[in-house]
């Protein structure tokens, strides 16, 4: 067994069979030992690096501390940091700091010190960390680029040819796709570490701008000098893979694709749209994981939790998730369906959907297409002759949907829909809008849940929060008295975040609600089409509470924090 393992066996960071695992992996794949006690996830890479930078002599790097300097990036191309797993950290007193994975051999610092002219003083750092920060530092798929770039300069005609090809009205030849696919699979890879929900691809006029969408929030992801050249192929070898038509590009286009990562399958959505510089790509990266969710796993409170359930347990009646666009509305319907199908298995289930955004087996799920007359009106009628229980409407759009709705649920079926409203009590009267009559609305509707995401706090690195306004202070006294809950120190978001968290302070998000049961009293108000101020005092009543309660009681648990809850609600 190797030095580091055992130290850390006898430092009691691993067991003697996991001793025995990472040691068998090692010897199997021919990594090192850190890399094996890495990838079985056995131990913490801060406490791993903290042993193995004792026991190598070499100084762990703290996160801070890897932001290289102009002079240091200059030092050291892109292509010898990926080779040795480095990255240049500062020119001092003529010497480079230089952060390495792994502890360098003699002879790799002999070879780093011929090929940059100047001796290295090595540092160590985690390997995601120093990945992280590398692409910062160079750009994403900055070797793949340049490798790219250098093939279209070999591949330009000379003067001559120029002539000759202009003749013909002929071009250079576009880069060679198997590079381009290499920085495709790039891309693709580091929005999958980030945990990223969507991919931006923008062109401008002078640059191309590549952002991730992660927990909600858009970051910019640094791209090498020269990426604005090839938008256009990187765009094309997406709508390869999509099977979209790559020779329009003055009209938008959808497509999807299904890939395998790490024994999961994702289903990506593609969509291009034509602007003044070129085509704008998004993509959303979907898991069919993530969205069957154990409805305790979505973040309802115990009573949320009992009230969704009870109505649930209903066997007719219209039960509405609200919010805006990425609330989080979806999951919650998948998991309240996937807790319909497990629980009890006499049930038919009917989902009519734009577009099915899994294929969930157990369901009979159909997709609209308003181009030949199939819309969530055209498909409802249908779907109550094939003897449903329970029916999924995607959306509820329009006046001709919601009265669908409304009539299935009053015919014996359990409807779930969707409807984008500011907060529960507003959904009554958005589908009185629409043209539902308030009587039939208020004997068929049961329940509206309210819901935005938030983030959640990294639970690795945050901080006991000291600068709570005085007017937070007394709001956050008031609800733990009224729940009588413990007032701990409220908790936020650290600074410079972690190798977990990838520096944001933020790991994951959790849902803040509002529940609305529809009891007697209210169904009289809504019946005479009461204004929603009188609704929602009526709601205050019977024991409703905005979503806003709801999040600041997660920051009392130390779930989230009053950033958030500012920003969502």
Known sequence: ?????????????????????????????????????????????????????????LPLARPEELTPTPEALEKMPQNLATRYQALPLSLKAGLLQVAFAHPPAPNILEQLHLMLGVPCQPFLAPPALLEAQRRKAYGLGAEKVQKIRTRIQETLPSPRQKEEEERQETSPRPPEDSSVSGLVEDILSAAFDARATD?????????LKLRFRVDGLLQEVPVPPGMETLGDSILARIKVMAKMDIAEK????????????????????????PTRYGESLCLRLLNAQTLLKDMGELGLSPRHLEQVRRQMSRPSGLLLVTGPTGSGKTTTLYSILAHLMEQRKDL?????EDPVEYDIPGLTQVQTHGEIGLTFSVTLRSILRHDPDVI??????????????????????????????RDAVG???RLIAMGVEPDL?????????????????????????????????????????????????????????????????????????????????????????????????????????????????????????????????
């Open 1 to 57: 067994m190797t030095p580091l393992l055992d130290t850390l066996l006898k430092e009691g960071l691993l067991t003697p069979s996991q001793a025995q695992a990472a040691e068998n992996r090692r010897k199997r794949t021919g990594t090192s030992p850190e890399e094996a006690v890495l990838s079985l996830e056995f131990c913490s890479p801060e406490a791993l690096y903290a042993t193995l930078s004792r026991l190598s002599g």
């Open 392 to 421: 999924l409407v995607g959306e509820i759009r329009d006046g001709e949907t919601a009265d669908m709705a409304i009539q299935a649920a009053m015919t014996g079926h359990l409807v779930l829909s969707t409807l984008h409203t």
């Open 348 to 352: 038919k289930l009917i989902t009519v």
């Open 199 to 207: 991919i931006h691809l923008e062109p401008f006029a002078q640059s």
């Open 250 to 273: 003055r009209l938008p286009q959808d497509g999807r694709l299904q890939i395998l990562r790490q024994g999961t399958s994702w289903d990506i959505r593609v969509s291009t749209l």
């Open 441 to 569: 609305l208020a004997s068929s509707l049961r329940m509206v849940v309210a819901q935005r995401l938030v983030r959640r706090l990294c639970p690795h690195c945050s901080l006991p929060d000291h600068q709570v306004s005085p007017l937070d202070a007394r709001e956050l006294a008031t609800l733990a008295k009224t729940l009588g809950l413990p007032r701990p120190a409220p908790r936020r978001a650290a600074p410079q975040g972690c190798i977990y968290c990838q520096g944001s302070g933020y790991l994951g998000r959790v849902g803040v609600y509002e529940i609305l049961e529809v009891q007697e009293k209210l169904e009289d108000l809504i019946s005479a089409h009461t204004p929603n101020s009188i609704l929602r005092e009526e709601a205050r009543q019977e024991g409703w509470f905005p979503y806003r309660q709801d999040a600041l009681e997660k920051v009392l648990q130390g779930v989230t924090d009053l950033s958030e809850v500012h920003r969502c609600c």
């Open 427 to 429: 959904a009554i009267n």
